[in-house]
T-cell receptor, first 112, second 112 residues
Framework: DVKVTQSSRYLVKRTGEKVFLECVQD?????MFWYRQDPGLGLRLIYF???????EKGDIPEGYSVSREKKERFSLILESASTNQTSMYLC???????????FGQGTRLTVV | GDSVTQMEGPVTLSEEAFLTINCTYT??????LFWYVQYPGEGLQLLLK?????DKGSNKGFEATYRKETTSFHLEKGSVQVSDSAVYFC???????????FGQGTRLTINP
């Protein structure tokens, strides 16, 4: 079975903390993505990666960075968390351009 | 730029009713089109897709037809069940791109 695993379902962090969200896929997929999901806004792409150590900015990269040191793992980093980064974060992966994306269960992050 | 617009929710129906969730898009070239579903507490799952004009995607009784002339990909089901209660997202993948562009989502509730 295809699997994308996000390390935490729920996180509560304080303003100014450095936050790491981890995502692992076991399908040997080339592409990995980080989205945030907010009510009324749908999913918005933060960053994506099409190969190890490669990354590209999505639509809303400000305040975030990413790391992909191994093919199966894609980390989202909030350098200094702020309350407007309270959201649901979804990781996804896909084999190539024309195939479906598989999603993790999401991490609900609250910044207080 | 590329965008997806879905009908606003929430949508509430009785069991066995007919469902339509409207989706229109703006994109250059020939995007691929998708419907994803998010059940409570879970990540997104691909429901159906269509990769070229006039293609019909179908799964679990749901259908959607890629209409290039009206730039639409409306989701339909003839007889909904309580278990169809979820949030539905329309999405497109622009030609030659790896990322997905999502609509804002439509929350569907089916009452017994």
């Amino acid at each position: 079975d295809v699997k994308v695993t996000q390390s935490s379902r729920y996180l509560v962090k304080r303003t100014g903390e450095k936050v790491f969200l981890e995502c692992v896929q076991d399908m040997d997929h080339e592409n990995m993505f980080w989205y945030r999901q907010d009510p009324g806004l749908g999913l918005r792409l933060i960053y994506f990666s099409y190969d190890v150590k490669m990354k590209e900015k999505g639509d809303i990269p400000e305040g975030y960075s990413v790391s992909r040191e191994k093919k199966e793992r894609f980390s989202l980093i909030l350098e200094s968390a702020s309350t407007n980064q309270t959201s649901m974060y979804l990781c996804a992966s896909s084999v190539s351009m024309n195939t479906e994306a598989f999603f993790g269960q999401g991490t609900r992050l609250t910044v207080v | 730029g590329d965008s997806v617009t879905q009908m606003e929710g929430p949508v509430t129906l009785s069991e066995e009713a007919f469902l339509t969730i409207n989706c229109t898009y703006t994109a250059t070239g020939y995007p691929s089109l998708f419907w994803y579903v998010q059940y409570p507490g879970e990540g997104l799952q691909l429901l159906l897709k269509a990769t070229k004009a006039d293609d019909k995607g179908s799964n679990k009784g749901f259908e959607a037809t890629y209409r290039k002339e009206t730039t639409s990909f409306h989701l339909e089901k003839g007889s909904v069940q309580v278990s169809d209660s979820a949030v539905y997202f329309c999405a497109l993948r622009p030609s030659g791109a790896q990322k997905l562009v999502f609509g804002q989502g439509t929350r569907l509730t089916i009452n017994p």
